[in-house]
């Protein structure tokens, strides 16, 4: 703009004649310029959204998870919510209920557990094929048999997340949830006789032998994000090409602190946040209502206490963290590879010692992948080799420190797809 404004200057200047100055400075006044400054405008927005959508700070979309008991959850606490809502509905046995799916399906599903142990313990608890225990009525006590099975449903959520996060266009970072792999399902198989109508079932117990005081009931898994459903404002927009469509959601309601994805892959082509809307462009030229998944953002207030701490997958916001993002930097040395574990700031849990390659992985592993739902398609386990990862424990919440080494090996696998990556806990 300042050039342009010397060269209008230098041109009114050549104009001798006073009146026809006068007319010139108007009409430019009047009409190039306007038309300048709005051109210049649009070009400003246009290099503002560009860099937008380049800009991104992985952070932004960071995950925190945790569990509570259900007596003591907070509906209204600022950043974590039910991972599932069917959660926070009170269980009851009926006995039909219970009669009719052991004769369709020869087991009946009862209750999930919360097993506060060691991976391995747990890896051991679940090849128990049978586990005996009782059905206590309001007139007697009688024997039946159970199996335990490791609990998906909240490993689906975490699956269909990683969905949501590549139809919406952003990188995927393994969710560290320890907890949600330490729940197990108890299924009824069978009941020594056949109960009387009249009878009220009070309590299902498997007897878990010397598991059962790592067993606990009623805990629900927490995580950082609400699910909304939001309208579309307006009419979509039509796009250059003819066949898209843009649609405006408000997110005034909630914050433009938060993050906001779509969970519609089938009909968004992309997604993004300005101020107090969401702008989606998609192929639907109608309006209509979005599935929202809001990831809040904040920080743990003083007064809160939870039984079990929260996790996160967020990475220390450090100078030499940003460098080595920006410039795109790959860990090559042992000394990068400690720099990037660390920067998940689980030093008080685990701490990284060292690594071995070798030909074969480990018969019993100690680790498990964290994002078993991505499927390598193009590379043959085989004729890999392993990158064996050895951490040392802090002794804090010990039960938790191979889950959390299965979370940085599962961030350490897809930075090295070549290698098998395994951890061991020495």
């Known amino acids: 703009m300042p050039d342009m404004e010397e060269m209008i200057k230098k041109e009114i ?83 039909d209920m219970i009669e009719e799916q052991l004769e369709e399906k020869g087991s009946c599903y009862i209750k999930t557990l919360f097993m506060e142990c060691d991976f391995l313990q747990i890896q051991r608890l679940l090849q128990k094929e049978k586990l005996s225990g009782c059905i206590r009525t309001s007139k007697d006590s009688y024997p039946a048999e159970f199996v335990l099975k490791k609990n998906e449903s909240y490993l689906k959520e975490i699956a269909h997340l990683y969905e949501v996060f590549t139809s919406n266009g952003i990188a995927w970072q393994t969710v560290n949830a320890p907890y949600l792999y330490k729940f197990v399902d108890v299924y009824l198989t069978g009941h020594a006789c056949r109960l009387s109508r009249e009878e009220e079932i009070t309590s299902i117990e498997p007897e878990l032998e010397e598991y059962g005081e790592w067993a606990h009931e009623n805990f629900i898994p927490l995580w950082n994000i609400k699910k909304l459903t939001l309208n579309s404002v307006g009419f979509p927009v039509p796009c250059e090409d003819h066949k898209s469509f843009e649609h405006v959601i408000s997110i005034r309601e909630y914050g433009n602190e938060h993050v906001y994805l779509i969970d519609d892959s089938a009909h968004i082509l992309n997604v ?73 700031g689980l030093s008080e849990y685990v701490e990284f010692d060292s690594y071995e390659l070798t030909d074969q992985k480990r018969e019993v592993p100690e680790t498990y992948s964290m994002n078993s739902f991505i499927i390598d398609e193009l590379r043959d386990n085989e004729y890999r080799k392993c990158l064996l990862l050895k951490f040392k424990g802090k002794g804090k919440n010990s039960f938790l420190l191979r889950d959390l080494i299965s979370f940085l090996v599962s961030e350490v696998q897809m930075l090295y797809p070549e290698y098998l990556c395994e951890g061991e806990l020495i």
Not at 72 to 79: E, M, P
Not at 328 to 333: D, K
């Open 13 to 95: 200047g050549q104009i001798g004649n006073l009146s026809e100055r006068v007319v010139f400075k108007d009409i430019l006044e009047q009409v190039f310029l306007s038309l300048y400054e709005t051109n210049q405008e649009m070009y400003s927005a246009l290099e503002h959204r560009i860099m937008d959508d380049l800009s991104f700070d992985m952070n932004r979309y960071r995950i925190c998870t945790g569990i509570v008991e259900k007596e003591y959850l907070d509906r209204t606490h600022h950043l974590l919510s039910p991972m599932l809502e069917s959660d926070l509905t009170d269980s009851s046995y009926e006995l």
């Open 272 to 344: 993004r946040q300005s101020k107090n809307r969401l702008l989606v462009m998609g192929n639907t030229p109608e309006a209509r209502k979005w599935q929202v998944y809001m990831i809040r953002n904040g920080q743990s207030r003083k007064f809160e206490r939870f039984t079990y701490p929260v996790m996160t997958n967020q990475r220390k916001d450090e100078f030499v963290e940003r460098f080595f993002k920006r410039q795109g930097v790959s860990v090559r040395t042992a000394s990068e590879l400690r720099r990037f574990l660390e920067g998940f």
